[in-house]
């Protein structure tokens, strides 16, 4: 079983790395803005620009894994090699691993160029425990939105999920505080942030990298969003299934 993870993920990235549009788009529009913005209005606060550097890698990451899984997939159930692997015995494991798998590589790709802004262009200061456990928490408050991105992508056309995947996932950017902090969300936007899987992921970003304390509701509402992705996605991918070779 392993080596068909291992074959999948191989395949995959490989995929990826030949047409990289969705990599180069997740990991520089991420450093453009914190050059554009963070640099200049927060470049010189150690913890503000720590806490920015932590929302703009994970704003990077979301992206690849929310819409560009989306895309990836609904894109592959219209194609018929598609259609081919799901004859084979080995069952629909091999292929979800492989795909978040090499989706997790594209999500830690893309913070590099965020990174190199903070370490050479602001004053964000961490230590290495710290970035380790940042990554850490990145992955793991990654698979949501990777679980939303299988959700949609089995759910909806091509066409359809590019548009469908980004108009979900910037403003669950912007509610969940990744773009403007939350002590200056307007009042009806703060009432419903906490509420948010980005803010959960963000509460537990900055806890780990600048020391802040985490939202409880927050962090709950993240793990309850979590198992509703997981539903979905799999509800998803049975729903399609069934539509195509009942």
């Not at 997939?73 to 799901?86: F, G, H, I, M, S």
């Not at 795909?99 to 830690?108: E, G, K, P, Q």
């Not at 773009?179 to 806890?207: K, N």
Request: contains cysteine; glycine residues 8%.
């Amino acid at each position: 079983m392993s080596s068909m993870v291992a074959a999948h993920t191989r395949y995959l990235m490989t995929e990826q790395i030949r047409v990289p549009i969705g990599l180069l788009a997740s990991a520089l529009f991420p450093a453009i803005s914190m050059v554009a913005f963070v640099v200049p209005m927060a470049g010189d606060h150690a913890q503000a620009a720590t806490m920015a550097s932590a929302s703009m890698m994970f704003f990077g990451a979301t992206s690849g894994a929310l819409i560009g899984l989306s895309i990836a997939v609904a894109t592959d159930r219209e194609q018929p090699w598609n259609a081919y692997l799901r004859t084979l015995p080995a069952g629909p494991f091999p292929r979800f691993a492989g795909r978040m798998l090499s989706t997790l590589a594209v999500m830690l790709a893309s913070v590099v160029p965020v990174l190199l802004v903070a370490a050479f262009l602001t004053e964000a200061t961490i230590t290495p425990l710290r970035l380790l456990a940042g990554l850490g928490v990145l992955v793991a408050c990654g698979i949501p939105f990777m679980l939303m991105g299988l959700f949609l992508g089995y759910v909806l056309p091509s066409k359809a999920v590019i548009a469908v995947s980004q108009l979900l996932f910037f403003p669950l950017a912007i509610l969940g505080g990744l773009l403007v902090p939350p002590a200056y969300l307007p009042d009806f936007i703060g009432v419903v942030s906490p509420y948010t899987p980005m803010r959960g992921a963000a509460e537990l970003l900055w806890a780990v990298t600048a020391g802040t304390s985490p939202d409880l509701v927050s962090v709950v509402m993240l793990a309850v969003w979590t198992v509703a992705a997981a539903v979905a996605a799999g509800w998803a991918y049975r729903r399609d299934e069934g539509r195509r070779f009942s």
